[in-house]
């Protein structure tokens, strides 16, 4: 199972692959204030993102999930740094022994140290290679396209994503 946080959720829906989430074993979750975010005011401000983020919603590839009230939301929210967002995906992902979907490095290293699975934008469009559901060259103009939407991806990053595509081609 799967709880995402705002980035994954837009990048993929700005390059209209927002349904690679389908290709994941198990549920796919968006913590309420996730979706306040980017669906209910994104769509207020007009962006087709958002658009295409309540459509598999309606579609059933993700299910709208409230925060539980538990004591790791509590103590996240005595983090200065951390905002609302951040603390519902790790409290969703948490109370539900999920995976927290996020690209943040704030987000990704708090959840290290409570202990809770994250993986990234990256790693769905690499799994989807994985299992088939996309080639490589696919997957490598995917990873274009998210950047070139704005997506952060340092250059390191991105040669390391590029040489595990030239892997993946060549099993």
């Known amino acids: 199972m799967w709880v995402f946080d705002a980035t994954p959720l837009i990048y993929l829906a700005k390059v209209e692959h927002l349904r690679l989430a389908s290709t994941l074993a198990g549920n796919c979750y968006i913590p309420e204030q996730i979706h306040s975010e980017v669906v209910s005011t994104d769509l207020e401000e007009g962006y087709p993102d958002a658009r295409r983020i309540e459509q598999c919603i309606d579609d059933g590839y993700f299910e709208v999930i409230s925060l539980p009230e538990s004591t790791l939301a509590t103590r996240l929210q005595e983090h200065p740094k951390l905002s609302a967002a951040d603390i519902a995906v790790l409290a969703c992902a948490?109370?539900?022994?999920?995976?927290?979907?996020m690209d943040?490095?704030?987000?990704r290293t708090v959840a290290a140290v409570e202990g809770i699975e994250t993986r990234g934008t990256a790693y769905l469009v690499l799994r989807a290679v994985k299992n088939g559901t996309l080639t490589v060259s696919e997957a490598r103009q995917i990873i274009d396209s998210l950047v070139e939407e704005g997506w952060y991806c340092s250059p390191a990053m991105y040669t390391k994503i590029v040489r595990k595509l030239e892997s993946l081609h060549s099993e």
């Open 104 to 107: 943040e490095r704030l987000g």
């Open 94 to 101: 948490d109370s539900r022994d999920t995976v927290a979907v």
